[in-house]
């Protein structure tokens, strides 16, 4: 097969209709395993965030607080990790728990240790 050009590629871009435009799209991220999504909509975002703050922070357990096995419970729940990982890490304070998440992800971790008593951070 011979090598086309990119004037010859887009001269038959050119000729197609829209329909055929979308089958080709189609067919391309489906070989290539990729998507045509605008990068331009998810950039503007990304700019905005940049403004206000910072987009990855990390989650940082201070104090357990009163209630220790809903602390353990709740690190369990956010990391993954088994019950004696979990304990391991409540009982080495001050831990990090999660690092390079979003600040919205790290508010909503924050609200669950903070429910089970535990004195959270957010760096």
């Given at each position: 097969m011979a090598k086309l050009t990119n004037e010859e590629i887009i001269a038959a871009v050119k000729e197609m209709t829209v329909v055929e435009l979308n089958d080709?799209?189609?067919a391309i991220e489906e070989e290539f395993g990729v998507t045509a999504a605008a990068p331009v909509a998810a950039a503007a975002p990304a700019e905005e965030?940049?403004?206000?703050g910072?987009?990855?922070v990390t989650l940082?357990?201070?104090a357990v607080g009163m209630n220790k096995v809903a602390t353990i419970k709740a690190v369990q729940a956010i990391t993954g990790l088994g019950l004696m990982d979990a304990k391991k890490l409540v009982?080495?304070?001050p831990s990090v728990i999660?690092?390079?998440i979003s600040p919205v992800e790290a508010e909503e971790h924050k609200?669950?240790?903070v429910a089970a008593g535990a004195e959270v951070e957010i760096k």
């Open positions: 080709l799209v189609k965030e940049t403004a206000k910072p987009t990855e940082t357990l201070k009982d080495a304070v999660k690092e390079h609200k669950a240790l």
